[in-house]
């Protein structure tokens, strides 16, 4: 029996026999089952003789039908994908850089019976900033779904335990660039610059590669597959405020 083949039994029990009935005119799951891993192999990035690096975030649209009939088992379903996922990876040696996220979205071009799937590498983030420097943040950096604070004099952006700002992702270097974070006077927005740390691959700022440059609300700065995005706090009527729920 065929990995697909026994995914399809794995769920078909998780779901208590209802699998059939409610999947008879719709999206199989074993086809999004054999799409997500043709993603994985049509995705796969180089990192060793006998490693690849592939996405682990995936959005799989329906249309509404299909995903109304889903809805009842979405979490079951993204769990038994993710386990094959796994498995899939560990038999061709591939990587994924952060947890597997798989989520299910409508598409009103999309009939019953269609499907399509969008994928992303998104690194594993690990900030160390302290309650305190949260609540004193003027500026934040936002990268793979979470908000980092920028406070004063600044961190560092590394793979290695040491940085400030950990991502696992392997075009970036254990120690790769520094944001510094000067605080702005009588309400001016804080100065924020960006300077590599004699990475190997260099740093891209808004789609330019450059050792150093000032950033500036929306800056992006780029290294390896990350994007980071500066976002300066503002109050609801414009003025700098310090960051609540970062």
Do not use: C, W
């Not at 061709?92 to 409508?106: D, L, T």
């Amino acid at each position: 029996m065929g990995g697909l083949q026994r995914f399809e039994r794995r769920l078909e029990s998780a779901i208590s026999g209802i699998f059939a009935k409610t999947f008879r005119s719709a999206v199989q799951p074993v086809e999004i089952a054999a799409a997500l891993e043709r993603e994985l192999d049509n995705n796969s990035q180089i990192l060793s003789r006998d490693r690849r690096l592939v996405p682990n975030d995936f959005h799989v649209e329906l249309s509404q039908t299909d995903l109304g009939r889903l809805a009842p088992y979405d979490s079951t379903l993204a769990r038994e994908l993710s386990d094959q996922l796994q498995q899939h990876a560990q038999k061709q040696s591939y990587v994924f850089p952060g947890p597997i996220r798989i989520g299910f979205e409508a598409a009103d071009d999309l009939s019953t019976g269609r499907f399509r799937i969008r994928s992303e590498a998104q690194a594993k983030v690990v900030g160390t900033a302290t309650h305190t420097q949260v609540r004193r943040a003027l500026a934040v950096i936002e990268v793979n779904g979470s908000q980092h604070p920028l406070v004063p004099p600044g961190m560092v952006v590394g793979r290695g335990t040491d940085a400030d700002l950990r991502i696992n992702d392997p075009g970036i270097s254990r120690r790769h660039l520094e944001f510094m974070v000067t605080a702005g006077r009588d309400g001016q927005d804080p100065v924020i610059e960006v300077h590599d740390l004699g990475s190997t691959n260099g740093i891209l700022v808004d789609g330019r590669k450059v050792p150093r440059a000032t950033l500036h609300e929306g800056s992006q700065v780029k290294v390896g597959t990350t994007t980071m995005t500066v976002r300066v706090l503002r109050d609801d009527h414009g003025q700098l405020g310090e960051a609540h729920g970062v």
